[in-house]
C-alpha cells in the first residue's frame, strides 16, 4: 500500500516595503480615477477614532456605528492619553 504524504502550503511572497509603496503608488490613481467620489461611510474625526469605528464596524453595520460613536467618543477625552493596556501578569 502506499502512503500520500500531505503536500506543503504555498510559499507567500515576500516583498520589500519599498515594492509595495511603488505597487501602492501605481494603483492609488487608478482607483481614484475609477471611484472619484469614494469615501469612508464611518464617522470620525481622528485615526483612533477610525479604528475603534472599524473595530466596531465588524461587529454590526456602519449605520449602528454612527449611531453609538459621538456618545462613546464624547466620552473619551480626545486631547488626553488614552488609557494603557493592562499587560496580564504572565507577559510581564
Given at each position: 500500500m502506499r502512503t500520500v504524504s500531505p503536500k506543503k502550503p504555498a510559499?507567500?511572497?515576500?516583498?520589500d516595503v519599498g515594492e509595495l509603496?511603488?505597487?501602492?503608488?501605481?494603483?492609488?490613481?487608478?482607483?481614484?480615477?475609477?471611484?472619484p467620489d469614494a469615501r469612508a461611510m464611518l464617522d470620525f474625526?481622528?485615526?483612533?477614532?477610525?479604528?475603534?469605528?472599524?473595530?466596531?464596524?465588524a461587529q454590526c453595520t456602519d449605520e449602528r456605528v454612527n449611531q453609538v460613536t459621538p456618545a462613546l467618543f464624547a466620552a473619551?477625552?480626545?486631547?488626553?492619553?488614552?488609557?494603557?493596556?493592562?499587560r496580564?501578569?504572565?507577559?510581564?
Open positions: 510559499r507567500a511572497k515576500t516583498r509603496k511603488r505597487r501602492a503608488r501605481k494603483i492609488l490613481p487608478i482607483l481614484e480615477k475609477l471611484y474625526q481622528s485615526p483612533l477614532q477610525l479604528l475603534v469605528a472599524t473595530i466596531l464596524a473619551i477625552r480626545p486631547s488626553g492619553p488614552w488609557p494603557r493596556p493592562i496580564p501578569r504572565w507577559r510581564r
